[in-house]
């Protein structure tokens, strides 16, 4: 059943989270803020804060966010009227229900996991016994997979025939689609999704059977291996093969295993590590790490984390420092996957996990294996990126022992790095209020912006009217900008918002703006003048213009007018117009 909204609304309202945050975290208030420990991550100091007055928290170690009702559901493992109901009852408020939803959701889900069921046992029957799965027999022992090793793992068949499923299930059109078991024709008949295909069902964590990974028999057409489409039952970057089985082996070991293939689970688990998962068909996503880190204190990644390219390995290092989790990189033999090395030599892929380098390790081999060493010049530039891994990484005892590695391969005296790392460390740990200075560098500018914003969420009087779009250069920023411009409550600013801003702006909600509203939109102010400038001077290269030419020499004038430290108030409002005016000509032009 859902609730009606009003009520939603009403709870909201009537709720104080910073009440409702200190029955499990010791809330301190700073400044116009309230700071603590994070209940959802493991940190030694506060990142979780509250805006008490806008009922919003965030974490800026694992960026957790949200409201009463997202804190509640959270930590009480609520469902969403759940969690309402929760506060509903702490605040005395009665709540009124709609007569559909939740419960049809249910009733819903339900029906899709009895068909999931039956066409595993179905499948699972035909694999077992039926003459035409004989190929696929032989193939499955070829493999090592002898009768157990099918049961204890469901695996099925799925024959080489258009609607053999369908004519058993018989199920609605809608619950044959919405399981991803088939679909209905163009000539309107129902259609299996798999066909000649051995079936390795997926299950989620509950043990309840939500997709099929169907593998192809070699020498037959067709791309190798075919997944479940995501589903109401599905989401792949949720569900992670093998964790319904080996959720308690990755508890005992503290460990989990990520590997990319249903057979390397099934491989590591038969060479006696019964702790390993699989992503299916696709990259190990925040949510899937976060679900690990609910079992264990340590990832093993067990695929070409190189390969996954630059951009994931970054992600996982910003995942290992927010969840507090290990991650390392097995130390496989190249080109050879995990299932075959566990019948090949299973002591071998026991040894590549034992061993298994540490991610920032990892990282920094890679970065130092990426530079030349050749000559000075190359050495210097190695050790400067290699030193830029090395910076990201929390803990200076850790950093210290890479500083080493980086000394001998470069040829470098280990002191003078050590300076330098801290230099790079200092850098980066640069407090967001800084004071602020001519944004003449993307990363200036990037912090006026967002400093304005963070004025406009707290002090909206204050810099609003000196503010407009054109003065932001970055998109996301100009998002958040329009979101905020209309006014209204921080929720109904938020609704307005694609993800991207919404995060920023949960963010800036509870950070302090230092900056000073005048300074402020006055560096804004003439930066977005600059750039202008330097458009219409473009412009006059390319196609000379005299009456272009006079407002060059007008704006020029104007911008020397605004001065961030002195501003000149109404030379800025002038500029501002002048401005606003332009972007509203170019986009009648456009
Ligand atoms: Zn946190």
Not at 248 to 271: L, P, S
Request: glycine letters at 8%.
């Amino acid at each position: 059943m859902g609730i009606v909204d009003e009520d939603i609304v009403r709870v909201r309202e009537s709720t104080d989270l910073v009440a409702v945050v200190s029955q499990h975290l010791q809330l301190k208030r700073v400044g116009q803020r309230w700071v603590g420990l994070c209940p959802f991550h493991a940190e030694k100091s506060p990142s979780f804060s509250v805006n008490a007055e806008q009922g919003l928290y965030y974490c800026f170690g694992c960026q957790a966010k949200g409201d009463a009702i997202t804190f509640v559901r959270e930590i009480e493992h609520l469902d969403f009227p759940g969690a309402v109901e929760w506060l509903a009852n702490k605040a005395g408020i009665t709540v009124r229900y709609t007569d559909t939803g939740e419960n049809e959701g249910r009733k819903r889900r339900k029906r899709l996991l009895e068909a999931m069921g039956r066409a595993v046992d179905w499948y699972h029957d035909r694999l077992l016994s039926s003459p035409d799965a004989r190929e696929a027999r032989g193939y499955l022992r070829s493999r090592g997979f002898d009768g157990d090793k099918v049961r204890r793992y469901r695996l099925g068949w799925a024959p080489d025939d258009w609607d053999a499923l369908a004519r058993h299930l018989r199920v609605p059109d809608d619950v044959l689609r919405d399981t991803g078991l088939g679909f209905v024709n163009r000539r309107g008949r129902q259609q299996d999704a798999f066909r000649g295909r051995v079936l390795f069902p997926i299950f989620d964590v509950q043990d309840e059977p939500v997709a099929f990974g169907g593998r192809i028999l070699p020498g037959h057409d067709g791309p190798k291996y075919k997944n479940s489409s995501e589903s109401p039952l599905y989401a792949k970057s949720k569900v992670l093969y093998g964790l319904n089985w080996m959720k308690a082996g990755i508890v005992e070991a503290d460990e989990a295993i990520v590997c990319e293939g249903y057979t390397d689970v099934i491989g590591f688990a038969d060479a006696g590590l019964p702790r390993a998962v699989a992503t299916c068909g696709t990259a190990l996503t925040e949510e899937h790490f976060r679900t690990l880190k609910r079992y264990a204190h340590r990832v093993v990644l067990a695929f070409d984390a190189d390969a996954a390219g630059q951009a994931a390995a970054e992600r996982f290092y910003e995942w290992e420092k927010a969840y507090e989790i290990d991650v390392a990189v097995a130390d496989l033999p190249s080109g050879v996957d995990p299932a075959d090395l566990s019948r090949t030599d299973p002591a071998a892929l026991a040894a590549a996990v034992e061993g298994a380098t540490p991610f920032l390790g990892f990282r920094v081999r890679r970065a130092l294996a990426a530079g030349s060493v050749d000559t000075p010049e190359g050495r210097a530039r190695t050790a400067e990126a290699a030193l830029a891994v090395i910076a990201e990484h929390p803990g200076e005892l850790v950093r210290d022992q890479y500083v080493m590695e980086v000394a001998d391969r470069c040829r470098l005296d280990p002191d003078q790095l050590r300076q330098r790392l801290s230099g790079v460390v200092r850098g980066e740990a640069a407090p967001v209020a800084a004071p602020l200075r001519a944004p003449s560098s993307a990363d200036g500018r990037d912090r006026a912006e967002v400093e304005a914003l963070r004025l406009a969420v707290h002090d909206p009087e204050a810099i609003g009217p000196l503010l407009d779009e054109v003065l932001f250069a970055d998109e996301l920023h100009a998002a958040v900008f329009r979101a905020l411009a209309p006014g209204g409550t921080m929720h109904e600013v938020l609704e307005r918002c694609d993800p991207r801003a919404a995060e920023l702006l949960q963010r800036l909600v509870v950070e302090e703006p230092a900056g000073d509203a005048d300074n402020v939109a006055s560096l804004l102010t003439a930066a977005a003048a600059r750039r202008a400038l330097r458009r219409l001077d473009a412009e006059n290269r390319r196609d000379f213009d005299a009456d272009r030419s006079r407002r060059i020499a007008w704006l020029k004038l104007a911008i020397e007018q605004v001065d961030p430290d002195d501003p000149d108030q109404e030379a800025r409002a002038q500029l501002l117009a002048w401005l606003a005016e332009e972007a509203t000509v170019a986009e009648e032009i456009r």
